[in-house]
């Protein structure tokens, strides 16, 4: 069967199922009337936002791809115009599936959430099928569609490095849904909690607090649509990565193109929909649960086992009996990636020995509580990072055994293969992954539909282990999208050393390939290390930019928040102060004034840190050349990586540290306010900067692959 033919036939499948599964969520109740009145208000401030957040990554994707078009039509060497107009339009359908990935998400949670709470009336398990009807939906959606537009594409050009502007084009729409919808999400929370909680001493989803439908907007276009786009683009930029690294290996090894070694990335995405339809299947057939991740943890263990098992019949298939060490690579990446997962529980878990210590400190006051939570996430990068180089090391090992036995002739390129592969087993049970994402959202939305509709105690109480669960699977989801990042960082950086050794052995048209350009682009791999030498000026250059870029994007985007979270503070006392008995019940908040202080923060705040990472790396390549850009790729990677562990697991560890106290009736005492204030450092830090750190170094290296031509020149000889 053509390999093409299959990877197109699975992501139609998998399109179809997203849609069925939405359509049968689409046919559950909603409830009542409260229900569906609040239901209403979240998916109308959420599709709002949306739609002026689209208008404005549009305007800015289109001037981006004018540049992309004029830097390429200034080398009619390498296709000139033709070229750069192809490179182009690769680029806004990377923007625009990226962006209707966001949407989907956004969607699928907003119809979701309001059956999930009245599904809970039914009992805890039916509330959780639901939730997972609805998360299955925008994960197969959002794998399906990666799968589809990379095998079009790759149909349409026959050569990977044209997919570039695809992943870059994705990369760039996510990083602005994933920052904007951060910014608008905690800007909300923030308020809520600081002067609901802790002035009036209301409870979290109270709608007396005027910022609550804000707060629970912000879950949708934040957790789900920012998280869409986010996962979109990290299977999207690792698969044209290890395509790109396919290419050369096959060049190499064959004399020649081999597409089904080029295209083995879509296969392994394809038959992870395939694993991901039957743990989903498994996880709302249950019946009932000890513990609500109960489903969804052996929902993710299926998938991942039969993923294993079908990498196995697909590396047979593909490289024959020597492929073993291959397989291996993938299974070791399979396993990193949950393990990476469950490091969550050990550092941020409410069981966690950290978060308690967080919460006794914050006896003391909120100084304290943030001092252990940012010790917390700053310990807690060992394991994560540890696991990821044993990964790494592993894989190139085994990579390089592999290349030996073939006669590839070049054990270093088979030990970059070796990590490829190892990603890609990562990301075999990306769509299960992405699943368990899009419950977390949901299910806070249903808790925060019951509460604000005072619904009845029971609704409520099976609501209440879901909710702990969303606090859990968000954990998880990151933690694994954080690990795959530092994978993928090492792939699509090798992807584009290896695409500037094509560039320099002068391969421009892969249907001429023969024994002599393969003995060139052996060659130029050869000799590439020796152009990055640690005492050249532009490498020392580009790494010390790169390892401050996600520093100064990080400080940005926390920035935001507070300014947001500033005008909602103000807002909201303005309404307690105002509002004749808003506190008491009589007064009606004004929650669409929130809404707009959430959305016009979001929406102008977000476009000088996307813009400030974007135009770096292109102004210091044109100066310095590429290998001043490999080193500033590398150097952010290298900072990025600890740097988001610390704001994933530090604040995840301070939100957890509130919860134990709320859980141990301690809700309103000083240690509880003192909670609530980390969190509100917790926040950002887990919500808005380090989930973007991870779309910010992919967008680096998509953004380096796109621009390899115009890296080539070098105005300064450094």
């Not at 990877?7 to 559950?28: C, F, K, M, P, W």
């Not at 909710?467 to 792939?491: F, H, I, P, Q, W």
Request: glycine share 12%; aromatic share 8%.
């Amino acid at each position: 069967m053509d390999p093409l033919l299959f990877t197109l036939s699975i992501g139609i499948v998998g399109a179809v199922a997203s849609v069925l599964l939405i359509a049968y969520v689409e046919r559950l109740p909603k409830g009542p009337d409260s229900f569906v009145a609040i239901w209403r208000a979240i998916r109308e401030g959420s599709s709002a936002y949306l739609r002026r957040q689209f208008r404005t990554i549009a305007l800015l994707a289109g001037g981006i791809a004018v540049l992309i078009l004029v830097s390429f039509s200034a080398f009619p060497a390498i296709g000139g115009f033709v070229y750069g107009l192809a490179m182009a339009g690769s680029f806004l359908l990377g923007v625009t599936f990226s962006l209707v990935a966001a949407f989907i998400a956004m969607d699928a949670a907003t119809r979701a959430n309001v059956r999930t709470a009245y599904a809970a009336s039914h009992g805890s398990m039916p509330a959780l099928r639901v939730a997972t009807l609805g998360g299955a939906s925008l994960g197969l959606a959002v794998i399906a569609m990666s799968l589809l537009g990379l095998s079009i594409l790759y149909a349409v050009f026959r050569d990977p490095g044209l997919l570039a502007g695809f992943g870059f084009g994705a990369s760039l729409a996510a990083l602005f849904a994933q920052l904007g919808g951060g910014i608008y999400t905690k800007s909300a929370d923030i308020g809520a909690d600081l002067v609901g909680k802790v002035e009036a001493g209301i409870p979290e989803d109270d709608p007396r607090n005027p910022a609550v439908v804000a707060d629970l907007v912000g879950d949708n276009v934040g957790d789900e649509a920012g998280r869409g786009a986010d996962l979109f683009e990290s299977v999207t930029a690792e698969n044209l990565g290890g395509m790109i690294i396919a290419l050369v290996v096959s060049i190499i090894l064959f004399k020649g193109v081999n597409e089904l070694y080029v295209v083995t990335p879509l296969i392994i995405r394809a038959l992870g929909v395939v694993a991901t339809l039957v743990g989903v299947f498994w996880a709302v057939s249950r019946k009932g649960f000890r513990e609500a991740i109960g489903p969804l943890r052996e929902g993710l263990f299926i998938t991942s086992i039969l993923a294993a098992v079908m990498m196995y019949i697909a590396s047979w298939y593909i490289f024959g009996p020597s492929g073993w060490p291959l397989y291996l690579t993938m299974v070791i990446g399979l396993v990193a990636g949950v393990l990476i997962m469950f490091y969550s529980e050990l550092y941020t878990g409410v069981r966690s020995s950290y978060v308690a210590v967080i919460a006794q400190n914050s006896q003391s006051g909120p100084a304290l509580t943030a001092m252990s939570g940012l010790s917390t996430g700053m310990i807690s990068s060992m394991l994560p990072v540890a696991t990821v180089v044993a990964a790494v090391a592993a894989s190139y090992i085994l990579g390089s055994f592999w290349s030996e036995s073939v006669g590839l002739g070049d054990p270093l390129l088979g030990g970059i293969y070796g990590t490829t592969m190892a990603t890609m087993g990562m990301l075999s049970t990306a769509g299960f992954i992405l699943t368990m994402d899009g419950v977390g959202p949901i299910v806070d939305n249903a808790g925060g539909i019951a509460e604000m509709t005072n619904a009845e105690p029971e609704i409520r109480e099976r609501l209440e282990p879901l909710d702990a669960l969303g606090n859990t699977t968000k954990a998880l989801t990151k933690s694994y999208a954080m690990g795959s990042a530092a994978l993928a960082a090492l792939l699509l950086f090798q992807a584009f050393l290896l695409e500037v050794a094509r560039y320099l052995a002068g391969i421009f048209e892969l249907g001429t390939i023969g024994v002599e350009e393969a003995e060139n682009l052996l060659k130029s791999v050869e000799e590439l290390s020796q152009g990055l030498q640690l005492n050249s000026p532009a490498i020392v250059i580009g790494l010390f930019i790169g390892g401050m870029i996600p520093f100064l994007f990080s400080g940005q985007a926390m920035n935001a928040v507070a300014k947001g979270a500033y005008r909602m503070v103000e807002e909201v006392r303005r309404q307690f102060a105002s509002i004749p008995g808003i506190l008491d019940g009589t007064g009606r908040p004004e929650y669409g004034r929130c809404v707009d202080i959430s959305t016009s923060t979001a929406l102008r705040l977000m476009v000088t840190p996307t813009l400030t990472v974007t135009l770096a790396p292109i102004l210091l390549g044109v100066l310095l050349g590429w290998r001043a850009v490999g080193a500033l790729v590398m150097g952010a990677t290298i900072s990025a990586i600890p740097l988001a562990i610390l704001g994933f697991y530090g604040g995840a560890a301070m939100d957890n540290a509130k919860k134990l106290l709320e859980i141990s009736g301690k809700k309103g005492t000083d240690a509880h306010k003192a909670t609530v204030v980390g969190d509100t450092l917790g926040d950002p830090m887990k919500d808005t900067y380090a989930p973007s750190l991870h779309i910010l170094i992919k967008l680096l290296n998509t953004l380096s692959l796109v621009f390899i031509p115009l890296f080539m020149i070098g105005l300064l000889p450094l």
